[in-house]
């Protein structure tokens, strides 16, 4: 684990796109090129997305989900939050974070998780998206731009970059890997 801090150039996309990929799987749109968020997602964590509502435009796409309330019935276990997935070789492992807050894992291998997923389409937005630039831990840039930034940063958030902060990305690579003049730099941190 750690610190993961991309710059993305982020832009877009036209009418003929959003007909083309429109319905599609999302796992089936090519996530290097494109970015797609959930209308779920945004109404969730609104600050991680304000930046960018001028370049998102609407799609649905199809997704392949989890069906929890049947997990919840088949397991005898009430308000799961799903906290993450392992995969391995005998299968998948979900952490689940139940209504006590206590963690229990559900071990199901490829076919006994078949039975709880289903395909939905949900409505979404979508953008192009670059990755211009990559740093790992780079804590003094991080901080920096959250001095820099007028508002908050969300992880997994996507933040307009003014020049300013694009000076302190290029200071710590030591060379210009981004041009001060660009509008559509937005810095996103995973962590």
Same mark, same amino acid.
């Given at each position: 684990m750690g610190l993961d801090q991309y710059i993305y150039r982020l832009s877009k996309v036209g009418k003929d796109t959003i007909k083309k990929l429109n319905g599609m799987n999302e796992d089936d749109i090519d996530w290097h090129d494109y970015m797609i968020v959930s209308k779920e997602a945004m109404d969730k964590y609104p600050n991680s997305y304000s930046d960018i509502l001028d370049i998102l435009r609407?799609?649905?796409?199809?997704?392949?989900?989890? +069906?929890?309330?049947?997990?919840?019935? +088949?397991?005898?276990?009430d308000g799961l939050y799903c906290r993450g997935t392992i995969m391995s070789s005998k299968g998948i492992v979900y952490e689940y974070v139940d209504g006590n807050h206590e963690t229990i894992s559900? =071990?199901?291998?490829?076919?006994?998780?078949?039975k709880y997923l289903y395909e939905k389409t949900v409505d979404s937005y979508i953008c192009r998206r670059k990755e211009v630039y990559y740093m790992r831990k780079e804590y003094e840039v991080q901080d920096s731009i959250y001095e820099l930034y007028d508002g908050v940063i969300d992880n997994c958030g996507y933040h307009h970059m003014t020049e300013d902060m694009i000076d302190v990305v290029n200071e710590c690579a030591?060379?210009?890997?981004? +041009?001060? =003049? =660009?509008?559509?730099?937005?810095?996103?941190?995973?962590y």
């Open positions: 609407p799609i649905q796409v199809k997704n392949i989900l989890v +069906d929890t309330e049947r997990m919840e019935k +088949d397991y005898h276990v559900i =071990a199901l291998s490829e076919e006994q998780l078949k030591g060379k210009k890997v981004l +041009d001060p =003049a =660009a509008t559509n730099l937005f810095y996103h941190e995973w």
